[in-house]
């Protein structure tokens, strides 16, 4: 891979946050299918004993969540809406056809954005709903008209967040290109330009900043050795 036309588009550790996350949150979602059909009791046997599943689901769950707030952290300021994002919604049709080209997006489009915003909504739905839920440590404190609830609530979120976290995996798949940047980190500049074209421009400037800050450096460092008594 040559990196002098690629531009790093996701950084080591949020990459390997993300890769985390999603092996544990497919394990976490199987288990809790396993718990919640029983019929499907073989998605939670690659964990044990059903006791053992049960055991392990909310532990799952929790470093799950840590995770996902460790990315939120990371990756929430590129979240944030902006007026641009009402030119990629207008132009919707030509993004569908795959004409996004010259359409100003930033790192995320409106799409991207609604999914993250939307996954970390329902992931602290079931954290704290999960806790409620939590037979061992927490449930003892809560009447059971709130456990209820929380089941309700917790199970909603569940299947909301898994139809997400499909949606997720096949626009990745859809958007040539999407899965590599996401296993390397780095995407050609040919792709961000042609799907997110205000971050592309704003990574060519700093890399073009570097470069002049590079040669200014070297420059001086040649000036330095040529006036360098003898």
């Not at 046997?45 to 460790?70: E, K, N, S, Y």
């Not at 007026?83 to 489009?109: A, C, M, Q, S, T």
């Not at 409106?110 to 993250?116: A, E, I, P, R, S």
């Not at 499909?166 to 961000?192: C, E």
């Amino acid at each position: 891979m040559n990196k002098k036309s690629m531009i790093l588009r996701t950084p080591l550790i949020v990459r390997f946050c993300h890769w985390c996350m999603v092996c544990l949150f497919i394990l976490t979602a199987l288990s809790g299918l396993s718990l919640f059909f029983p019929s499907i009791k073989l998605f939670g046997l690659f964990l044990g004993t059903p006791q053992l599943v049960r055991a392990l689901h909310p532990f799952l769950g929790c470093i799950v969540f840590v995770l996902l707030m460790f990315m939120f952290i990371k990756l929430a300021h590129h979240n944030i809406p902006n007026k641009n994002d009402l030119l990629w919604i207008k132009n919707f049709k030509h993004v569908i056809l795959g004409k996004e080209r010259g359409i100003p997006i930033g790192k995320y489009n409106v799409g991207q954005k609604f999914l993250f915003w939307c996954i970390m909504g329902l992931i602290l739905v079931l954290f704290v709903t999960g806790l409620i839920m939590w037979r061992r440590y927490f449930a003892d404190n809560f009447s059971v008209p709130v456990v209820r609830i929380a089941i309700f609530f917790h199970s909603l979120a569940a299947i909301g967040l898994i139809l997400l976290a499909i949606g997720h995996a096949y626009m990745a798949i859809w958007v040539k290109g999407s899965i590599k940047g996401m296993i390397t980190g780095y995407v050609s500049r040919a792709w961000a330009q042609k799907n997110h074209s205000t971050w592309y421009e704003e990574e060519m400037e700093k890399i073009y900043q570097n470069e002049l800050r590079l040669k200014a450096k070297s420059e001086e460092e040649s000036t330095d050795i040529k006036h360098k008594p003898a």
